[in-house]
């Protein structure tokens, strides 16, 4: 593995745990605002984010490349309505997959095939959450201003559960 892409793994690795710190803010939002299962949406997608730096960790392991922890950064944003929280999550998921799309770039020009392969899998998965996070802010649009509405999006919301991916390494 060329170090160039390495480097850009272990970047990610630090992305991946500022998201997971970045939903549990939003996770915390969301309890203040009383509105449980928007947080444990958000609670729910911290540890998919949180294991998706594992997956980074396990590849580089596996490849004989050190893991270099940076310090996490605390995320930054004060929200005064719930819609600015769930776009900022949508800008987020955005952001990270601009990411993985210079990572894969990186490994294609390095004809890296084994990082290419490894990477799919988020891609596809980055194109999973744009999409979760789209359709969260439609139905807040729709749904969000009308207290009952809103209520029975919040119940929606925490019935989520987490699964565990399913890559393999």
Known sequence: ?????????????????????LYLSFANYFVEQGLNGFANWYQVQAQEERDHAML???????NDEPVVYEAIS?????????????????????YVTGSIHEIYHAAAEEKDYRTI???DWFVKEQG????NAADLIKKMTLFGSDAK?????????????????????
């Open 1 to 21: 593995m060329q170090k160039n892409v390495a480097s850009m793994l272990n970047e990610q690795v630090n992305k991946e745990f500022y998201s997971a710190y």
């Open 56 to 62: 980074f960790v396990k590849y580089l392991q596996n």
């Open 74 to 94: 605390k995320p930054d944003g004060t929200w005064t309505q719930s819609l600015e929280v769930l776009e900022a999550g949508l800008a987020h998921e955005k």
């Open 117 to 119: 392969q490894f990477l």
């Open 128 to 131: 999973e959450e744009e999409t």
């Open 149 to 169: 509405g809103l209520y029975l999006l919040d119940q929606e919301l925490a019935t989520r559960v987490y699964a565990a991916p399913s890559l393999v390494l």
